[in-house]
């Protein structure tokens, strides 16, 4: 695995799982996340990434939940008693900054907790902020990290109310394109037609919620890997066929050619070999 920093490539460890390098560290260690700025460090509780959730975890098929709700059920979780004050300052303030990676993202966690509890480990994707937010790499825009998105109380729980339902609306929009590409019937040739326009579908729409920003292809990689898994592929055998798909191909802040998808679309087919992947 290799994670970039400052443009470059460098060696990472190999994360479990297959998780992106620079997106998972154990509890209470501290990992060096690449920014564009260089590498950040900060500390990340192991059990609230969004990256180890399996398609099981997350299908909306499987976790019934009422949007119009959220609202009035993130106001009546324990943290939504105590949304913390965010210090005078702007963004690049190290009072501020001090903050948000303190008081600031124990909240957030509490939060998650809290969501986790409420609505099931699905809901951990809740905070998966596109770009450089406070995860990185996700599909979700109403909530950024901490100190952009912590403001007064009710503003703060409106923007978690908003990042859970827009996270849950493309788990939906996921699970509907997943069955638009049934890989269960036909003809081993027709299986594999259908995996390689079920990928190139996939990847574009990743692309198109994340803005191919900060580390968008660990969350494309996880993609592609339910859509296999929601189709009988073992876990690791799924992901081990994407990882051997993707190769490095694809990079932070780069959004990749219709070429290169379509390249990977056809390395991932390849590999189905008309379905004994099952």
Not at 74 to 87: T, W
Not at 196 to 225: I, M, P, S
Not at 240 to 251: P, W, Y
Request: glycine share 10%; proline share 7%.
């Amino acid at each position: 695995m290799r994670q970039e920093s400052g443009g470059k490539a460098v060696e990472a460890a190999v994360p479990p799982l297959g998780l992106p390098p620079g997106h998972w560290i154990p509890d209470g260690e501290i990992a060096l996340r690449p920014t564009r700025a260089g590498l950040l460090s900060l500390r990340v509780s192991y059990d609230l990434a969004p990256h180890v959730l399996g398609w099981a975890d997350v299908d909306p098929a499987r976790h019934p939940f009422d949007a119009a709700a959220a609202p009035v059920a993130v106001a009546g979780l324990g943290p939504a008693r105590s949304v913390p004050v965010r210090p005078a300052g702007g963004a690049a303030d190290r009072a501020v900054i001090a903050w948000s990676y303190a008081e600031g993202r124990e909240w957030t966690e509490a939060m998650t907790r809290a969501l986790v509890e409420r609505y099931g480990p699905w809901s951990l994707g809740w905070r998966w902020a596109r770009d450089e937010g406070d995860l990185g790499g996700g599909p979700v825009g109403a909530w950024c990290c901490p100190r952009d998105s912590i403001t007064t109380p009710d503003d703060t729980l409106a923007r978690v109310a908003a990042a859970l339902c827009e996270w849950r609306s493309w788990l939906e929009e996921l699970a509907e394109c997943f069955e638009r590409h049934q890989l269960d019937s036909g003809s081993a040739g027709q299986r594999s037609l259908a995996w390689e326009r079920a990928t190139v579908q996939l990847v574009n729409l990743v692309v198109d919620r994340t803005g191919a920003g900060d580390a968008w292809y660990g969350h494309c990689r996880q993609v592609l890997g339910w859509f296999l898994t929601r189709w009988g592929v073992a876990p690791d055998a799924a992901d081990l066929m994407v990882a051997e798909a993707i190769d490095g191909r694809f990079h932070s802040w780069a959004q990749p050619s219709r070429e290169l998808v379509a390249e990977v679309a056809e390395q991932l087919a390849a590999r189905s070999d008309g379905g004994s992947a099952w």
